[in-house]
């Protein structure tokens, strides 16, 4: 077995975002090396790592050149180059995710079809080549409004998904490949993370609830455990496993799913790795999911995915109307509050509605928690230096 | 109000070890920017720090000279040039705790007679210029054997202290300056933690316990809470806060205390600054001491000092008979253990006794913590590369 405490052994990360700046503070607990690779000289993770390079992560050669530099590596973000990660499985290297499981999961269509090929329950959908052909089919009478559609790549926090009411909406969709999905009414949107290890160890996190904002189309809060019947989250935490066993997948896999009206759990989508949902679990949970992750993918024992308190996350996001350097009006007000722990990712720069950092409010009464958490929400603002329009 | 999240302001660190170290990851959750001063290259603040500076902690010129780059100036060790401090403070710069503080703490004479004037209860004591007037006292009869000796400065980890039981015990005393105590028979060794901000906000942490190994002279294990009187908890407390307020400290400080076998409450002696007996809080805190450190220091509100459930730690000290790269035995074997995560503090060299990491065990019972504590202290080893004897 592999030593990694102290030793010569160097974990590699794709990404330098906030996700890999709070991994990092777990590989800094344990004193595990590691390189990180991120295309902004002003990554969040530049600090904390032990070697930061610049460079692209979708470009064949970089990705290859700085995984050979690795012993194990993972990714903290979805888009990166994934020839380069198969090349570097033939060479011996051990990528965890790996690249079978990312591919299935970059194209949304690719995805889709395993759920289905796997029986696991998920919104129907028809799969397109381009723009064109989903028009045509929408003349056939092949869809009816309204539906969701999706771009099969690149979407992420909301871009790349628009729900279709009218023919009108048609005009302003890319002419990327493309799938159209049934619109599901739902009473809430849940998710669970699973952990799992080369050897086949496998926790799943209590199920979160992401409660929308009423008019804006957002998620407000994330909250842990989820306000749902207890037979409810059993279901989702199944549906949560079977996905990430279908997946073979190793390291922290990110279950969204919708709870339909009649109490079905359908798949939406998936992440393969740390997720917003489980920023809860660094003050509430007995073993954070940043932990977890490198747990996980190093093949050490799984820790308890209990939660100690309950647990709700706000995310702080940049202001409309400002940009410029990120100004955190009202941080002093929110940490006076009981069990309130900002986290500021680190990003000098703010823009409307950039993820700047979250806040967790923990409690040992959920109901509690909840109600500071719209304090907070209500009291902090991530403003500017610049004012725009 | 000075904005400190994502802006220039700049954090300055006297000493780069582990307690260094867990600071910083309390201020890269806040994106604080950070400089820290420490004479090795090989120091674990080193990572994770925004500049990092190498030279000597108790020389006037290298810390006026790296203190005058900060807004604000801090120490995670009292072995620093207070001279440097003076000066920087006569220029305007805040240091916290102050160097009056500081002074106060660093000469265990003074320490003790500071106790003594503010009617804070401490073990009856003697102060010695040398050597040669300590036994002068004991020839007059002074004295009784068994006493406590201790140096006025330089005592660390248990050095500069002997319990002097015979006169043959005296011929290895130092020659410095020295107090020698009453040997007061304890029913417990406890702690609190103080913060206390510049505002004068002031909160204790939970009493916790020190529990002694049968047989060797150590601490074997933090326990929080405290096994004791509820009652007794509460004075402790309160000597603790008096202690603070005296000291008019600001930061946190950590008082060790002896529970005597009447149940009152005896000072020993004081740190100012974070401490091996607030460990636990990382995991079992609703605020952990180092991110209590970053408020109190800066003049924030202070974070709630409850905790969220039973924590006992264990300190990993270099065993005896190993030197060389450090190597973490059955570490592995502790991580399966419910709610015990281990903390590395990236010293690459063991030495007999060195502190190398400490384990927390946390658990909603305190005795199944303590339990399993005992599991960790006996499977876990620090060993070494080299063999000596």
Redesign the interface.
């Known amino acids: ?1 592999t ?1 990694y ?2 030793s010569d052994f160097k974990l590699g990360i794709l990404g330098g975002g906030q996700l890999g ?1 709070m991994m990092l ?1 777990e590989t ?4 595990i090396q590691t390189l990180v690779l991120d295309p902004s000289p002003e990554a969040p993770s530049r ?4 070697h930061f390079f610049q460079g692209d992560l979708m470009d064949y050669d970089t990705v290859l050149e700085f995984g050979r530099k690795a012993d194990v590596l993972t990714f903290e973000i979805e888009t990166v180059n994934v020839k380069a990660l198969e090349k570097l499985e033939q060479e011996g290297k051990k990528v965890y995710p790996s690249s079978q499981t990312l591919k299935k999961i970059q194209d949304k269509g690719v995805q889709k079809q395993f759920y289905t090929e796997n029986a696991i329950p998920t919104a129907a959908f028809k799969k397109f080549d381009s723009k064109k052909k989903l028009l045509e089919s929408i003349q056939k009478g092949e869809i009816q409004m309204p539906f969701v559609w999706k771009s099969t790549t690149g979407g992420y926090d909301g871009k790349g998904v628009t729900v279709i009411k009218s023919e009108g909406a048609l005009n302003e969709l890319d002419e990327s490949p493309c799938i159209a999905e049934d619109l599901i009414p739902f009473k809430n949107e849940l998710a669970v993370i699973v952990a799992r290890n080369p050897s086949g160890d496998l926790k799943t996190y209590p199920v979160v609830e992401m409660e929308f904002h009423p008019e804006a189309n957002q998620v407000e809060y994330v909250i842990c455990p989820a306000r749902i019947d207890p037979s409810v989250a059993e279901k989702a935490r199944k549906v949560a496993e079977k996905v990430s066993k279908a997946f073979e997948h190793v390291g922290l896999l990110a279950v969204e799913m919708f709870q339909t009206e009649d109490d079905q759990i359908l798949v939406n989508e998936v992440a393969p790795r740390p997720h917003n949902s489980g920023h809860y679990s660094i003050e509430a949970g ?2 954070n999911q940043f ?1 977890q992750q490198i ?1 996980a993918i190093l093949d ?2 799984l ?2 995915t209990d939660s ?2 309950g647990g709700v996350m706000v995310n702080l996001v940049g202001e409309e109307g400002y940009t410029g ?4 009006e009202n ?2 007000e929110i ?2 509050l ?2 309130v ?8 720069i703010t823009r409307p509605f950039r993820k700047m950092g979250h806040v967790t409010i ?1 409690n ?1 009464d959920l109901a509690e928690a909840r109600i500071l958490a719209e304090i907070v929400k209500n009291t902090i603002r991530v403003t500017g230096s610049e004012k725009i329009n």
């Open positions: 077995m030593d405490f102290s700046k503070y800094r607990k344990f004193d600090i904390s790592c032990d007995f073993t932990e747990r050490l024992p820790g308890n100690k308190v350097n990120v100004i955190y941080i002093r940490m006076k009981k069990g722990t900002p986290h500021i990712y680190g990003k000098k923990v040992e």
